[in-house]
């Protein structure tokens, strides 16, 4: 397929943008391959225009287009929630632009994404993609104890598609066991080690769902897998992402959960997260409510709690809160899985992590969780961000756990505003480039699927540039004071907020809060560049979060 073939006007003069909060600019449009560009008209004197947009068309999740007499109006609904209008003079001219919008934007062919095409000077392609191996986390755990150690047992996938090549698994389990405990686990996901608690040396694993099925099957060697992650005399809890009822019901077609009787020292603890559809209809009724700014008071609280976003907000954090406190307080081993293992199981592992780990909670340590527990780890991001919240068309496998994930680090770093090194437009860009990216961290769904598109090799890595001095500077939370005591959030409803500088963004303006911000950074920076004038500075001397004790029922204690 050509690109040229799908683009059947390249450019038009005389084309008016309109952005919600910005004056309407009037330019030249023109369409590539790959963005769409409006140059504003040049003054006199030979002046050049300046480009007023460069929109990426991955970006677009809908077009609507409307047509009256010579004059064409095109809305572009973004990935990223941005709403722009373009007046285009001509119906031919207009239709052709929105035909040509609507089938680049749909391209599916990994290789023909944009990431393939980027070459940045200032970059080199193979920068950034090996900075957090697994083997350097798989050193720390060996630094701490000998019980676990690298399987490359996967290296050519054929024990588990959507696992990486090495996975880190009780040292007493040869390879042989692993591969027919993978038998008897969807998509072949056997546990693996998701996180090291040095503080008690308790472990926490994830998997898929063990195929027990209607006839009640066992695996010794899955049974045996399990048993060596606990400790002589140790016991373990099984959180399991769906409900008892759900769970029942997979049995009867093939699924099912570990029964007491084959695993002894697991106990089983449901706690149903939403994936899928419903959590994608949730994010879509609560950007519609967003959006609309007529809404009375008591119209918009009552859309606010229709979209049980909120509510889908506490059910992950309060079941991090769980997994992290039979850890911290249970001196337990955990597994957690649902189905298949890569949605609301890393969900859960990951929030843990952030929850438990002050390294997870700074700007390198939560890139390399990012890599380890969602894209090393399986996490199909093609499937689920091919449509964000405005697409007409009918949803296949979309769902924004990465999203919930990155709202729920959000409401941590609301409530712990010194603890996390990193700030909230870092989860910003990461929402942005999850849905349309210049770079190929979030492309495809496995690791086999990067290895097979030469990701890795043909396109750069987000945490590349990221990594710069010059962007590093520009996510770094100015009141971060390391903090090496577990954060347990609240998860009572009037402790969770909506995220308003992502469902809000393009509605209203955050110009005095950038500025705010802006003026804590230089403050901060001027204190450190001189401390000696900094003894009766309040920001360089406040206290370090307090981390309040959760209790077992997953409702935190705040002071």
């Known amino acids: 397929m050509e690109f040229a073939e ?25 369409i590539t391959s790959h963005h769409l560009l409006l140059s504003s008209q040049p003054g006199g004197n030979g002046e050049q225009g300046t480009v007023e947009l460069w929109l990426l068309i991955r970006n677009v999740d809908a077009v609507e287009k409307r047509v009256a007499n010579s004059l064409g109006t095109i809305t572009l609904k973004c990935k990223d929630l941005k709403v722009l209008q373009l007046e285009i003079p001509g ?25 393939f095409f980027y070459r940045p000077q200032s970059m080199k392609l193979k920068d950034g993609w090996k900075l957090y191996p697994l083997q350097h986390y798989y050193q720390q755990i060996a630094s701490e104890t000998g019980a676990w150690r690298l399987s490359c047992a996967n290296g050519d996938f054929t024990i588990c ?37 040095k503080k008690n040396g308790t472990v926490m694993l994830r998997s898929s769902q063990p195929l027990i099925g209607p006839n009640r099957k066992r695996c010794q060697e899955d049974e045996a897998l399990l048993s060596a992650a606990l400790d002589e005399g140790g016991h373990g809890f099984i959180i399991d992402t769906r409900s008892a009822q759900a769970a029942k019901q997979a049995r009867m077609m093939g699924g099912g959960t570990e029964p007491t009787s084959s695993y002894p020292r697991w106990k089983r603890l449901h706690r149903q997260l939403e994936r899928g559809r419903p959590l994608q209809e949730s994010f879509i009724k609560l950007v519609e409510a967003c959006n609309d700014t007529s809404l009375s008071m008591d119209r918009w609280l009552s859309k606010l709690e229709s979209s049980k976003w909120l509510a889908h907000v506490k059910g992950a954090l309060s079941t991090a809160c769980l ?29 843990a992590q952030v929850i438990l780990d002050p390294d997870c909670r700074t700007l390198a340590g939560f890139q390399g969780l990012l890599e380890r527990e969602w894209i090393e780890a399986g996490h199909p991001f093609h ?32 409530q712990f505003p010194f603890s996390l090194q990193f700030s909230e437009s870092l989860l910003l860009v990461l929402f942005e480039h999850t849905y349309a ?14 290895c097979l598109c030469d990701v ?22 100015p009141l971060y004071t390391y903090n090496a005591l577990v954060i347990w959030p609240s998860v009572e409803p009037q402790s969770l907020q909506l995220w308003q500088g992502l469902f809000l963004r393009w509605i209203r303006s955050s110009q005095y809060l950038d500025e705010a911000w802006a003026e ?28 309040y004790p959760l209790t077992i029922t997953g409702t935190a204690n705040e002071g």
């Open 456 to 477: 890795k090799e043909k396109t750069h890595s987000l945490w590349s540039w990221l990594n710069q001095p010059s962007e590093w500077k520009k996510h770094l939370n």
């Open 437 to 450: 990216s210049c770079y190929g961290t979030f492309l495809c769904n496995s690791e086999k699927e990067r």
């Open 323 to 351: 997994a992290a406190q039979c850890m911290e307080r249970e001196d337990a081993c955990v597994l957690v899985h649902g189905a298949e293992g890569t949605d609301t199981t890393l969900l859960v592992t990951a929030l």
């Open 6 to 30: 799908l683009i059947k006007t390249a450019k038009v003069e005389n084309v008016q943008l309109s952005c919600s909060g910005l004056p309407p600019i009037k330019g030249t449009l023109c």
């Open 383 to 414: 499937f689920r961000y091919a449509h964000s919240a405005y697409s007409h068309a009918r949803l296949k496998q979309e769902a924004p756990i990465f999203l919930l994930f990155l709202d729920c680090v959000w409401q941590l770093g609301r």
């Open 161 to 197: 598609s959507s696992y990486p090549p090495a996975v880190i698994v009780p040292a007493t389990v040869n390879d042989n066991v692993l591969k027919k405990a993978a038998r008897f686990r969807q998509g072949g996901r056997f546990p693996v080690l998701s996180y090291y608690h």
């Open 520 to 547: 804590i950074q230089r403050l901060v920076t001027s204190c450190e560049d001189a401390p000696e004038e900094s003894a009766g500075c309040t920001l360089c001397h406040s206290q370090p979060d307090v981390a």
């Open 91 to 115: 119906m031919e001219e207009c239709l052709n632009i929105a035909s040509s919008t609507e089938a680049l934007s749909s391209v599916d062919s990994v290789m023909m994404m944009y990431p």
